[in-house]
């Protein structure tokens, strides 16, 4: 398989504290394979959405290098790095900050006509196709005040697919929804992932981290475990049993 993503040696300080520097992400060393769909769980401050920011490129590292596709991102000027988030990363957030002055469908096409690399038309197009694909296509026109949190969940997905990422980062995308709207956005992240794009969430959430082929287990600023579970296949697994596993996984790490 080859890398889609890849951290070395990487660590990330909060600055000196009374006796020595203090460290949020310590000698992180991951790799990610093009097409995996991989969590990241472990206790609140454990460092996981610094992780996730910094290896996405959002934060700056402190030490080590981060290569996405091949390429030394970590060294990248931030101009540079806008334009790869811009343009080959999605990113879908537990709150999900849409802008108020647009309509739904603009917030969607937003960083499509901004990366430039398609006519409107077509841009247009896409979005709509989208949205059609999440079920919110009647929905183009409103506001962020008249969707729901499960739609709004949607667009958010819908805007982090716009412009054809290869990688898809999420930072505990589904928190603020209830169990009905988890399962359908885990839904279709599963086939969003099945489509061949990479996926990467932070989740407190066995029944959200049971979808992923792997889990990474962070504490204290280290990423000191790595299961492999397989491909959840949809039509032939209990999740139940996943979840049951997972669990037992996690209690045996102390969590």
Same mark, same amino acid.
């Given at each position: 398989?080859?890398?889609?993503?890849?951290?070395?040696?990487?660590? #990330?300080?909060? /600055?000196?504290?009374?006796?020595? =520097?203090?460290? &949020?992400?310590?000698?992180?060393?991951? +790799? %990610? @394979?093009?097409?995996?769909?991989?969590?990241?769980?472990?206790?609140?401050g454990s460092g996981k959405s610094t992780l996730l920011y910094t290896i996405s490129?959002?934060?700056?590292?402190?030490?080590?290098?981060?290569?996405?596709?091949?390429?030394?991102?970590?060294?990248?000027?931030?101009?540079?790095?806008a334009s790869l988030r811009l343009t080959q990363m999605g990113f879908i957030f537990?709150?999900?900050?849409?802008?108020?002055?647009?309509?739904?469908?603009?917030?969607?096409?937003?960083?499509?006509?901004?990366?430039?690399?398609?006519?409107?038309?077509?841009?247009?197009?896409?979005?709509?196709?989208?949205? #059609?694909?999440? /079920?919110?296509?009647?929905?183009? =026109?409103?506001? &962020?005040?008249?969707?729901?949190?499960? +739609? %709004? @969940?949607?667009?958010?997905?819908?805007?982090?697919?716009?412009?054809?990422?290869?990688?898809?980062?999420?930072?505990?995308?589904?928190?603020?929804l209830n169990s009905k709207s988890t399962q359908e956005i885990m839904d279709i992240?599963?086939?969003?992932?099945?489509?061949?794009?990479?996926?990467?969430?932070?989740?407190?959430?066995?029944?959200?981290?049971?979808?992923?082929?792997?889990?990474?287990?962070?504490?204290?600023?280290?990423?000191?475990?790595?299961?492999?579970?397989?491909?959840?296949?949809?039509?032939?697994?209990?999740?139940?049993?996943?979840?049951?596993?997972?669990?037992?996984?996690?209690?045996?790490?102390?969590?």
């Open positions: 398989m080859t890398a889609i993503l890849e951290a070395r040696d990487v660590n #990330k300080s909060a /600055g000196v504290g009374e006796n020595e =520097e203090q460290y &949020i992400l310590k000698n992180i060393n991951l +790799q %990610l @394979e093009k097409g995996e769909f991989v969590s990241i769980m472990g206790p609140s490129g959002m934060d700056q590292i402190s030490t080590g290098s981060v290569y996405f596709n091949g390429r030394p991102i970590s060294a990248f000027p931030e101009k540079e790095l537990q709150h999900i900050h849409l802008l108020k002055n647009l309509n739904l469908f603009d917030n969607i096409i937003l960083s499509a006509y901004l990366a430039k690399h398609s006519s409107r038309d077509a841009i247009n197009r896409r979005a709509m196709s989208l949205m #059609k694909k999440m /079920g919110i296509d009647g929905l183009a =026109e409103h506001n &962020i005040t008249q969707a729901s949190g499960g +739609q %709004l @969940e949607r667009i958010a997905i819908c805007r982090a697919l716009i412009n054809n990422p290869d990688i898809i980062f999420g930072d505990e995308p589904t928190g603020a992240l599963g086939d969003i992932n099945a489509s061949g794009t990479t996926i990467l969430l932070v989740t407190h959430d066995v029944k959200v981290a049971s979808r992923s082929e792997r889990v990474l287990f962070m504490m204290d600023g280290q990423l000191v475990a790595d299961k492999r579970f397989g491909k959840y296949e949809k039509e032939r697994e209990d999740l139940k049993t996943r979840e049951h596993q997972l669990g037992q996984w996690l209690s045996s790490m102390g969590f």
